[in-house]
């Protein structure tokens, strides 16, 4: 089991940066791939953006070139960092985390980013 602690967020002006922090603890060494995820309200969620542990990287079309995703093995830390922000950005941000068999391991609790017009 891998718990998932996540810290950012906030309220922000339409071009504005924000950056969300996603600790592991628990079983860090099992995780095969963390991601960000967003649900807007009344919406489903989303992926936003995944890493792995030999580095690839996605991102959803609609954040490709503003976002930025980043791992930290050191700090078992997951970062998304996010640059020209729209109001169509405004959700709860989750992380998660997958292991080896492609399960998913753990959520992080949510992260309420707002972007303001």
């Known amino acids: 089991q891998v718990q998932l602690v996540e810290s950012g967020g906030g309220l922000v002006q339409t071009g504005g940066s924000l950056r969300l922090s996603c600790a592991a603890s628990?079983?860090?060494?099992?995780?095969?791939?963390m991601g960000w995820y967003r649900q807007a309200l009344g919406k489903e969620r989303e992926l936003v953006a995944l890493?792995?542990?030999?580095?690839?990287?996605s991102y959803a079309d609609s954040v490709k070139g503003r976002f930025t995703i980043s791992r930290d093995n050191a700090k078992n830390t997951v970062y998304l960092q996010m640059k020209s922000l729209k109001p169509e950005d405004t959700a709860v941000y989750y992380c998660?985390?997958?292991?080896?068999?492609?399960?998913?391991?753990?959520w992080g609790q949510g992260s309420q980013v707002t972007v303001s017009s």
């Open positions: 998660n985390s997958v292991d080896g068999t492609g399960h998913v391991s753990g």
């Open positions: 890493i792995t542990g030999g580095g690839i990287i």
């Open positions: 628990g079983s860090p060494f099992s995780i095969a791939a």
